[in-house]
């Protein structure tokens, strides 16, 4: 066990050295130039070659990783060139912001998808089995920043019960916290509700047809308890890794919602970015978001091999 | 009592049965699976009609028309420049369609040999090529997708390069993942002892075994790329204008959601059912394909 | 006697609850998020607004665009035009309490110049050096005579800093800002809010009512607008023109608006590179029969709902600038026709037509390619996001190009730096010496009918030249709640808080 989580461990470097290889130079490889970006409306060439100046810009590629790799280990991950906060303080910033509303989309999600994978395990074949799959799937068939727009108008503009936009803290006020958030994470969480469903469906569908189910059965156990107890329990772990890992998938991913939400949050800060060729905070925020989700998936396969003694023996 | 004692088939009549003919029968037994062909095989009628069954030019705009609500002139009303929506969904079926196809064409010609090659070969090359497959998905799927077409230029054709490239690791994991368990089979084995060359194990042995997996997952990509595009197009790199595609209709809608939602629900709708039809014909698929089944 | 102790009690407890009003907090939707907060270094319209509550400036302007004192009081400019003398507001000071005089006001305009990364460099550029004349009095000597510098000095360039905390802090002085404004800096989430409160030393703090200001930036305005119809904020910038019905038929929502001091217009490469070798770069008469294949009454018709004002000068048909001797064009199929063959065009004519990334841009550059296609110049849009159209113009990479000036004060800061030869923003490469002279010379005399007269021969070359074409100017549009009282909107776009009530 010791010597596959070594193993494991000894790959994420080089993981991550493609990691960073990769988002350093998509973002250089961008047409555009950063400092121009900032100078905007303002175009004077002597101030924008000083800002090219001030951050490498003028530079050879190479030599700009080198320096942003150097300053990674040392724990400076750069600065924002549009508003000048250091990219650690700006990730330290919304984290809390993303982490929440990924907790909530990753509950919205299980519950969703963890009832109707049942259902449509259990009733095979039948109106319910549709039923289930569609209502899950419809999550992922819907762009979400349509699904946004629409809850908006009808929630927001129509009915007034939810704010239209912003974020507020939970620790600040709880209440507007839920309020703020329950839309996009409704959003979000719709999305994996069927990626979670079809995986609880596949590992019910294999544990109802288990031996120890049978057993169950046979003994004259009534069949609800056969489902609940013994057949998801089984099904339970491998859908609570895959959790784990759309977890680590939001920690990113949301950046439309965020956009049409105005959460202020990693995917906003990325996309925002992005188009403002804000180079550090892009290359900063991935290699942080992309590092967690490593971290994850690593721990989730621990998990897995922990709890799967068939696979105790592969390395 | 369950299915398996009551519906167990007669040992001569599954004999004959092609692997091919039973995957059919067993995806028709998924109503959600045959209602999702159905829609698709509508959707890429109309792809291939367009010319022939819209009302209106997609382009032509009518400066007197703007922002009609829907009427019988215009079954889905007007866009913000007079266009008729009904033509511009159905001309914009092709794009998208389009869109996911290829995309997913892209993907699986990049992925399936890299990952032949991975599987296959192990060692070094494996390792390289797992890593960087690691990567790539670790990166949040939408930059690797913005970054890319920003940098292809703004067209759908590079939106559909950008969305095939960043699709390519899920095949190329797949892909390996199955040779890796096919590989160690005794037929492979026997077949090596005989001396055929590794390629040709490859593409006549092993390709086969890999394929249902594929499929499966190609449908389910497909779906993804559709959805893909709208985001790309939502954000201006997509489809230019005045040439329709879903994604380009509902960034030019949310302006008028509340003076002109009919601008947005119709592509809306369109996408919602082509990919959730696209999902449905992938699970269907796996259940088919799967050999757990009968 | 307990009893009278509890009723006294209760009794002081009620008159301190009726004394105390509530907090009132003005919260104002902005369209983006503003760049770093720091006059020096800023360089975003949205910045502005912000700026307009925590940063005052020497001079501000009135809705006639007339001069008038703020942290300065007068200023006079030598007969030759080389110095002008600016006299100071007493008893001002700054957020932390520093004194503001000739020194201060000395330190922030050498910031504004010398600083590495500055932006207002260009703004200052005509002057030398500032002399202190006494504590409230500076006088800035100038390299040459320049007529737009107090126009500069109504905007950034002019905005006062606390010497203190930006020596102490430097190029991090944007992250807290210290000036002289209504109110001072409290926190900055970036994405998320600014929060301002009120400042008491204020010099004009009587005017003062509202207590908290907090700017929040929601990038879609259709969620902007539905957080300001579900009470969510108070007062938004960058309504939509086709959002104005609904602002107007709410009863709860007032509309503000103004004639901006910027244009709408599209650049045409004439003189760089490759691109500009095609019929519309190397015809002034094709390029004119662009010009009258757009119809700009029906352009703002469609896209706009006819709230937006056509136009063909780079300021609008009501600035005192205007050349009433080159109205606006009526489109005219016929003649651009004759043009094009004039020119000795055979066949249709493409052009790539860059388009920034926008919610309206799209759909005048829609309207316009289908305009354009009946005379015979096919225009092939390409969307471009900002970053890159940025590049791409400057590199020369497009034929024509959609873009749009947010304007100045003074019509030289529409013009000066789009029009003469090699300036920064010169996109399509336009060199004309006549046309240089003229803008040199608009510089100098501080008599506007002087500068009319100039501006007017220049008119007339940049009409016939067309290296831009200007097609409409946008009425700046702010929505805010009926509980806003006294707000009203400048054409520079700016949301002044002094003088507001919220009830």
Known sequence: ?315 | MTDTVLHAPLAGAAAVESPAARAWRRLRRRKGAVAGLFVIALFFLAAVLAPLIVPYDPVVQSWTAVRNAPSWMHLFGTDDVGRDIFSRVIYGTRASLFAGVISVSIALSIGIPLGLIAGYRGGFIDALLSRITDAMLACPFIILAIALAAFLGPSLGNAMIAIGITTTPVFVRLTRGQVMAVKVEEYIEAARAVGNPRWRIAIVHILPNVMPALLVQATLSIAAAIIAEASLSFLGLGQQPPYPSWGSMLNAAQRFLTTAPWMAVWPGIAIFLSVLSFNLVGDGLRDALDPRER | MKMLKIAALALLLALVGVSARAQTTLRIGLAEDPDILDPTLARTYVGRIVFSSICDKLFDIDEKLNVVPQLALSHETAADGKAVTIKLRPNVTFHDGEKFDAEAAKFSLERHMTMTGSFRKPELAAVDHIDVVDPLTIRLVLKTPFAPLIAQLTDRAGMMVSPKAAKAEGDKFGLHPVCAGPYKFVERVAQDRIVVEKYAGYWDAKNVHIDRIVYLPIVDATVRLANLKSGGLDLIERLLATDIKAVRGDKNLRLATALELGYQGMDINVGKGEAAKGPLGQSAKVREALNLAIDRKALTQVVFNGEFVPGNQWVSPENPYYQKKFPVPARDVAKAKALMKEAGVTGRVPVDFMVPKGAETQAVAEVIQAMAAEVGIDMKIRVTEFATSLKQAEAGEYQAFLLAWSGRTDPDGNIYIFDKCKAPQDYPGYCNPEADKLLDQARIPSDPAARMAIYEKLTKILLEDHPKLYLYHRRILIAHTTRLEGYKQMPDGLVRVVGLKLK
């Open chain 1, 1 to 315: 066990m010791l010597k596959f989580i070594g193993k494991r461990l000894l790959q994420l470097i080089p993981t991550l050295f493609f990691v960073s290889v990769l988002i350093f130079s998509l973002q250089h490889l961008l047409p555009g130039d950063p400092a121009l970006v900032m100078a905007g409306e303002e175009n004077d060439p002597a101030v924008v070659e000083q800002i090219r100046k001030q951050y490498h810009l003028d530079q050879a590629i190479p030599l700009q990783y080198v320096y942003w790799v150097k300053g990674v280990f040392s724990g400076d991950l750069g600065e924002s060139m549009r508003i000048k906060e250091p990219v650690l303080a700006l990730i330290l910033e919304k984290l809390p912001v993303t982490a929440q509303l990924a907790c909530m989309a990753i509950i919205i999600a299980l519950t969703i998808g963890i009832s109707a994978g049942v259902i449509s395990a259990v009733k095979k074949n039948s109106v319910w089995d549709y039923a289930a799959n569609v209502f899950a799937l419809w999550g992922i068939s819907t762009p979400n920043f349509w699904l946004g727009i629409m809850l908006i108008f009808l929630f927001s503009v129509k009915l007034g019960w939810l704010p239209a936009s912003g974020f507020v803290p939970l620790h600040e006020d709880w209440q507007a916290s839920l309020a703020s958030t329950v839309m996009p994470a409704f959003v979000l969480g719709n999305a994996i509700a069927g990626i979670l469903m079809r995986h609880t469906r596949s590992a019910m569908l294999q544990a109802l047809e288990s031996d120890y189910v049978r057993t169950a059965r046979a003994k004259g156990l009534l069949e609800r308890r056969v489902i609940l107890k013994h057949a998801l329990r089984n099904a339970l772990t491998p859908i609570i890794t895959l959790g784990a890992l759309e977890f680590g998938t939001l920690l990113s991913g949301a950046v439309l919602t965020e956009q049409i939400f105005t959460i202020p949050g990693f995917g906003k800060l990325i996309v925002d970015a992005v188009f403002n060729r804000d180079y550090a905070v892009v290359q900063g925020v991935v290699l942080v978001t992309a590092t967690t989700f490593i971290f994850l998936n690593l721990l989730a396969d621990i998990a897995y091999h922990l709890v799967n003694p068939r696979l105790r023996g592969m390395a």
